[in-house]
């Protein structure tokens, strides 16, 4: 998808907010500990590239993303430091990670046998973390038979480095840990069955460091943390609070283009859910749901100028409406999200309004909207 730089839409990104968020986690680190910066889905919205080596400047040991693609975007960029897949890539492409110095995660014992048939025609090493599903329900080792059967198998193959092992957890970010604890009690029967012995093992996310839960990890895959937001933020909960303070740094960014006055009964949008009860003046702004602003948004209340105005009627694709107290001039600064964690328009109280999460609503906007990169 191409940018749209020829229109007024943006997403601005604070590099030195990012940079202060990994050096408090850097300095909250255990003895021991090397932080790796989850950079996936384009660095939850925020730039991978970029994010990646504000991260390195910031204190990070090498990077988790969620895809192979991800992780050659930054060899592209020449990052040489660790990066780990965390999802699960087809066995025929081992090669091409081994190739790039990337490590995958290994699901189970079948993917270790094919993709040592792939690695055999290349002489090719891969370096492997062990996946671990300690109740995540998602990939992974779960049973002890065929995570046994699969160390056999890694004691006998020349085609893997054993790296790491690792698994995620579904509830460090809730204040009831039990699940939390059955998690770990579950990773930890699994290490005592290693016959190999890996160089990380490590199962902190942000939530697990910054909420001070005792586990012993190797690494901390540091995630949201990155982004200044608080993983525990859901709207049905109040959030926990973290070691640290976490600075936001993204806002969304706009301007009016368009402003005219409606008459009573017109209707705005599609399917006029909204119509004027009198005289109304009505602003646009250049932004829909293919650039992430999804239709739910509707009735939210966006800063135009100083003041907070309401969406009415649908979000369009490419557009959608503001009522405006007055009329306005054309280039009116909009902004949709603020990076002020207090403002009625920040990340976290636009997600509660359509019932989700922060990391929904980043990772949703979209690659029409440019990246704007800013220190302050």
């Not at 204190?59 to 050659?72: H, M, Q, R, T, Y």
């Not at 016959?195 to 990890?217: C, E, Q």
């Not at 503001?322 to 999200?337: A, C, F, S």
């Amino acid at each position: 998808m191409i940018s749209g730089i020829h229109r007024p839409a943006v997403v601005k990104v604070n590099l030195a907010a990012i940079q202060e968020n990994i050096e408090h986690e850097v300095a909250h680190l255990q003895a021991g500990q090397k932080l790796f910066a989850v950079v996936k889905a384009n660095a939850y919205g925020h730039g991978a590239v970029p994010v990646a080596k504000t991260a390195l400047a910031a204190g990070a040991s090498g990077f988790c993303v969620a895809i192979l693609d991800e992780g050659l975007e930054l060899r592209r960029a020449d990052i040489v430091e660790p990066i780990l897949v965390l999802g699960v890539v087809s066995p025929e492409y081992a090669p091409v990670a081994a190739a790039n110095n990337i490590s995958l995660t290994v699901p189970n014992l079948e993917w270790f046998q094919e993709a040592e048939k792939a690695l055999k025609k290349t002489n090719l090493k891969l370096k492997i973390h062990l996946g671990i599903d300690s109740g995540m329900g998602r990939i992974g080792f779960s049973e002890d038979e065929e995570f046994v059967a699969a160390n056999k198998f890694l004691q006998t193959s020349h085609s893997f480095e054993i790296e790491g092992m690792f698994a995620h957890f579904a509830s460090a970010d809730s204040a009831d840990d039990s699940y939390f604890q059955r998690q770990v009690a579950k990773f930890e029967h699994m290490k005592q069955l290693l016959l190999v012995k890996p160089k990380w093992i490590h199962v902190d996310n942000t939530a697990a460091s910054i909420f001070n839960k005792a586990v012993h990890s190797d690494l901390v895959r540091f995630g949201i943390g990155i982004y200044g937001l608080n993983p525990s933020s859901n709207p049905a909960s109040a959030d926990l609070e973290p070691a640290f303070a976490l600075k936001p740094a993204l806002s969304l960014e706009s301007e009016l283009t368009h402003v005219k006055t409606i008459h009573q009964g017109d209707g705005v949008g599609y399917g006029s859910t909204f119509v004027a009860e009198q005289d109304t003046v009505i602003g646009t702004v250049p932004v829909g749901y293919a650039d992430g602003w999804i239709r739910k948004f509707q009735g939210f209340k966006v800063k135009v100028g100083d003041v907070y105005c309401p969406i009415v009627g649908r979000i369009c694709m490419d557009q959608f409406m503001v009522e405006l107290p007055e009329k306005m001039p054309i280039g009116t600064k909009v902004e949709l999200i603020s990076a002020d964690p207090t403002a009625p328009n920040s990340i976290k109280k636009a997600a509660d309004y359509v019932d989700t999460i922060h990391y929904e609503v980043a990772c949703l906007l979209s690659d029409r909207l440019p990246r704007e990169y800013y220190r302050k």
